[in-house]
């Protein structure tokens, strides 16, 4: 079956070159220029990944990403912004964006992280169908978290995490106590290694123990080691 990708776009001269490069890779792609058609078709529709741009007619794309994590919390989405746009960079984030690509990009850059994107996607899709596959998981403290169906529960109550935040806390659950820099997670989580990115980690990190720790604020698992990076601590005692 054909990964599906739909463009959100509205300069036609990088959405065709969007296009372009994306079909090299057999890829199915819907192109849309506007906001509010693009998001009803979104919703409409099953697409694997979503490449979405911030400024568009009708419907700007921070509007587009929380409506879709609103009814879709699983889908992919990766922004599109402009170079000069951190704030709009680190507020996609926050909404739920995946990921994000700041223009002009490499096509390369491109082709890599939607593999990436659509990687996870698959891995997220056996998970569904596997549910019932006797599978092992990661237990510490008040958190389960299992890699099989996809699932993290904490003191018995469901965490509703996106599919990469998901993937951020396995991997730092894997290596307890192990301190790994925004470099190492953006390499070994959202499988790519590129400076400048430092904010999809950090707007992850800050959305993951929004939903994990009793105040995000003062952190019990998902801890900062300063002037390193990032931990989970297997010496933790949240009370709920």
Request: proline share 2%; with cysteine.
């Amino acid at each position: 079956m054909t990964d599906r990708v739909l463009v959100v776009e509205d300069d036609l001269d990088i959405a065709t070159l969007i296009k372009v490069n994306l079909d090299e890779l057999g890829l199915e792609i819907d192109h849309f220029a506007d906001g509010k058609k693009a998001c009803d078709a979104a919703l409409a529709n099953d697409y694997t990944l979503m490449l979405l741009d911030i400024t568009l007619p009708s419907m700007n794309g921070l509007d587009i990403c929380r409506t879709i994590r609103s009814h879709k919390p699983e889908q992919a989405i990766v922004m599109l912004t402009a170079k000069n746009s951190e704030t709009d960079r680190v507020l996609g984030l926050e909404l739920g964006a995946d990921d994000y690509m700041t223009k002009p990009f490499s096509i390369r850059e491109l082709q890599a992280r939607v593999r990436s994107q659509i990687r996870k996607a698959h891995l997220l899709d056996q998970a569904r169908q596997q549910t019932q596959i006797p599978s092992t998981s990661i237990v510490s403290g008040e958190i389960t978290i299992d890699q099989q169906s996809r699932q993290a529960v904490r003191n018995g109550k469901h965490l509703d995490l996106t599919a990469t935040e998901f993937d951020l806390l396995y991997y730092l659950m894997q290596h307890p106590n192990q301190v790994f820099s925004r470099a190492q997670l953006l390499e070994s989580v959202w499988g790519y290694h590129h400076s400048g990115y430092e904010h999809t980690v950090n707007s992850h990190i800050n959305r993951l123990r929004a939903k994990l720790e009793n105040d995000a604020t003062d952190p019990v698992y998902v801890q900062t080691v300063w002037g390193v990076g990032y931990k989970f601590s297997a010496d933790n005692k949240a009370i709920s």
